[in-house]
């Protein structure tokens, strides 16, 4: 009996040891790794870099392992434990005196130490409801690392894709400055030969300056989303950040169409995941609040082993001991009905939140494939404008030069040309906005 006691509380002190174990390698922190000088990073490149390096993502993934260790605590407590216990009494030599039909007789109270064990297990229909609560706890940290996850990813995608842009606007205007000063030159050029009044030229010339303090304040603006990147990435500022994709790859007819391609599943959506989770968590707080009114069963052995230190003493302490009991309630003045109606009227109101948002998406999915549709239509517009107008600005500016065109048509070509150029810009933003928001929408990483 004495073996199989200690063989028991052997195991148990083991599986402990292991789950211990387990949640402390989870808990250990990840090695940074040393930052190189240079990266060169394609956008999956740097979503998987920022994965690696995010600690907002490190405790979500601890969070998920708290989760599971809270799981083992609600069940072990329905587990057998087992403790052992050892007391030693000295009571200095005290002689009890004993009266048994008149006669009186002393008995000698000598030193005694004690060892026992004491297997005990209870269960009840919460504790049960308790540790499926935990796996459904468990399933919406995960969700939660996931969407913290795919939000980190938009997050890059969103700041990656504005560095393009901007870089890709700036190109732009450095195209359009030089334009305005081949203008500025042959308009100058006329005017010192008398063709032309020198009004012109230095109407180009503010324009030439007001292009330059735009392209100025672009780059300034490139240099603060890159440096937006880099926090996310988690990098040093001074470590110089180079992206290998394009711009054009991403506004290609190919990622639009296959996006309004896509089939939405309201199922697959994250914020819909932990609304269901929501609402399974308030069936089981149905179901426990019902069992409120069960039974506890509970089970219980005990060894005891005295040992007299000298003569004399009373061996009234048996040495095994098991207890069985059963514990039902019967009355409660309305308290666990009251707990019951208040659980179930939680699960209504999880269910309404659930159906209501399942409405709203289907909802915002119609909106964001029509707001992608919409700006896609726009842009190739947009790009075949201003395909156009450098063909009209070149061909004017070359009847400038040969003396066949007016100061007002060149002019009116240049101002069509800027004019054309920052509707462009403004349409290939609103293209990058609505693919990133569907994208987002359909989880896309």
């Keep these: 009996m004495k073996r199989k006691i200690l063989l028991m509380a052997m195991s148990m002190m083991t599986l402990g040891l292991v789950a211990s174990d387990h949640v402390m390698d989870a808990t250990r922190p990840m090695k940074d790794q040393e930052t190189p000088e240079v990266l060169s990073l394609s956008l999956k490149e740097a979503q998987d870099y920022a994965v690696r390096q995010n600690r907002t993502l490190r405790n979500a993934s601890l969070a998920v392992q708290e989760a599971y260790a809270q799981r083992w605590q609600?069940?072990?407590?329905?587990?057998?434990?087992?403790?052992?216990?050892?007391?030693?009494s000295n009571y200095f030599g005290y002689s009890a005196e004993l009266s048994v039909m008149g006669r009186t007789s002393s008995i000698s109270?000598?030193?005694?130490?004690?060892?026992?064990?004491?297997?005990?297990?209870?269960?009840?229909?919460?504790?049960?409801?308790?540790?499926?609560?935990?796996?459904?706890?468990?399933?919406?940290?995960?969700?939660?690392?996931?969407?913290s996850e795919t939000e980190l990813r938009n997050s890059i995608l969103s700041s990656y894709v504005s560095v393009l842009a901007l870089q890709s606007i700036t190109q732009l205007l450095d195209s359009s400055l030089m334009n305005i000063e081949q203008l500025h030159e042959m308009t100058q050029s006329a005017v010192n030969a008398g063709a032309a009044e020198q009004t012109t030229a230095d109407q180009?010339?503010?324009?030439?300056?007001?292009?330059?303090?735009?392209?100025?304040?672009?780059?300034?603006?490139?240099?603060?989303?890159?440096?937006?990147?880099?926090?996310?990435l988690d990098v040093p500022a001074e470590t110089e950040v180079i992206l290998t994709d394009s711009l054009e790859d991403m506004l290609s007819a190919?990622?639009?169409?296959?996006?309004?391609?896509?089939d939405f599943n309201k199922e697959s959506n994250l914020n819909y995941q932990l609304l269901e989770k929501q609402v399974e968590l308030a069936k089981r707080n149905v179901h426990m609040a019902g069992w409120a009114y069960g039974p506890t069963v509970s089970l219980a052995y005990n060894y005891s082993k005295?040992?007299?230190?000298?003569?004399?003493?009373?061996?009234?302490?048996?040495?095994?001991?098991?207890?069985?009991?059963?514990?039902?309630?019967?009355?409660?003045?309305?308290?666990?009905?009251?707990?019951?109606?208040?659980?179930k009227i939680a699960l209504e109101e999880a269910k309404n939140n659930l159906n209501e948002t399942g409405d709203q998406l289907a909802i915002q999915y119609r909106q964001l494939r029509y707001n992608l549709t919409n700006a896609y239509e726009t842009y190739m517009n947009e790009r075949e404008n201003i395909a156009v107008t450098r063909r009209v600005f070149r061909s004017a500016t070359e009847k400038f030069r040969y003396g066949t065109s007016s100061n007002l048509e060149l002019t009116n070509a240049s101002n069509d040309m800027i004019s054309v150029q920052s509707t462009y810009v403004q349409a290939m933003l609103e293209l990058v906005n609505a693919q990133m928001e569907l994208q987002k929408f359909l989880n896309k990483k």
């Excluded at 130490?113 to 540790?131: D, L, P, S, Y």
């Excluded at 190919?254 to 896509?262: K, M």
């Design 306 to 343: 005295q040992k007299y230190y000298g003569d004399g003493g009373m061996r009234m302490t048996p040495p095994n001991l098991v207890q069985f009991s059963v514990k039902m309630p019967l009355w409660s003045s309305g308290k666990r009905a009251a707990g019951v109606v208040e659980k």
């Design 254 to 262: 190919e990622r639009v169409l296959s996006l309004l391609g896509e």
């Design 74 to 88: 609600t069940i072990a407590a329905m587990l057998p434990s087992v403790d052992a216990s050892y007391n030693y």
């Design 204 to 232: 180009i010339a503010v324009r030439r300056n007001a292009l330059k303090n735009n392209i100025n304040s672009q780059r300034r603006t490139i240099e603060l989303a890159m440096n937006t990147l880099k926090v996310q």
């Design 109 to 147: 109270m000598p030193n005694v130490g004690q060892f026992g064990v004491t297997a005990a297990v209870g269960i009840n229909g919460q504790g049960v409801v308790g540790a499926l609560l935990n796996n459904v706890a468990i399933d919406m940290k995960k969700i939660n690392l996931e969407k």
